[in-house]
C-alpha cells in the first residue's frame, strides 16, 4: 500500500558527510511530517530530525548545525545531509513519515526498512 524506501548508509571517517534518501510511494493523497529517527545499540530509538509539508523544520540538539533536512514534495521524498560526522552518530536510521493515503481520511505513521551508518576510522 504505501512503502518507505531508503538509501545512502554506510560507512565514514569521523569528520565525514552522508546524505540519506528516503522515497515513498503507493497510494499517497498527501504527506504532512516526515523525519528521521536513529537507534544505536543497546539504545532507544530517538527522533533527529523533521520537517513539514510546508518546510518547518526541527532537529535533535546533538545534530543541530552538523545535519540538514530537505524534501522534495513532488517526489515526496526526503533527505537527510549528515556532515561533520561523529563515532556517536552510528545507528540505524529509519525514515518516518505521516501520510494520508487514498481513500482514508485519517493520517498514519509509516516507517521505513533502516540504513547503516557507521562512523568510524
Known amino acids: 500500500q504505501v512503502q518507505l524506501v531508503e538509501s545512502g548508509g554506510g560507512l565514514v571517517q569521523p569528520g565525514g558527510s552522508l546524505r540519506l534518501s528516503c522515497a515513498a510511494s503507493g497510494s499517497i493523497f498527501s504527506i504532512y511530517v516526515m523525519g528521521w529517527y536513529r537507534q544505536a545499540p543497546g539504545k532507544q530509538r530517538e527522533s533527529v530530525a523533521a520537517?513539514?509539508?510546508?518546510?518547518?523544520?526541527n532537529y535533535a540538539d546533538s545534530v543541530k548545525g552538523r545535519f540538514t533536512i530537505t524534501r522534495d514534495n513532488a517526489k515526496n521524498t526526503v533527505y537527510l545531509q549528515m556532515n561533520s560526522l561523529k563515532p556517536e552518530d552510528t545507528a540505524v536510521y529509519y525514515c518516518?513519515?505521516?501520510?494520508?493515503?487514498?481513500?482514508?481520511?485519517?493520517?498514519?505513521?509509516?516507517w521505513g526498512q533502516g540504513t547503516q551508518v557507521t562512523v568510524s576510522s
Open positions: 518516518n513519515a505521516e501520510i494520508r493515503v487514498v481513500g482514508v481520511g485519517d493520517e498514519y505513521e509509516y
Open positions: 520537517i513539514t509539508a510546508g518546510g518547518s523544520t
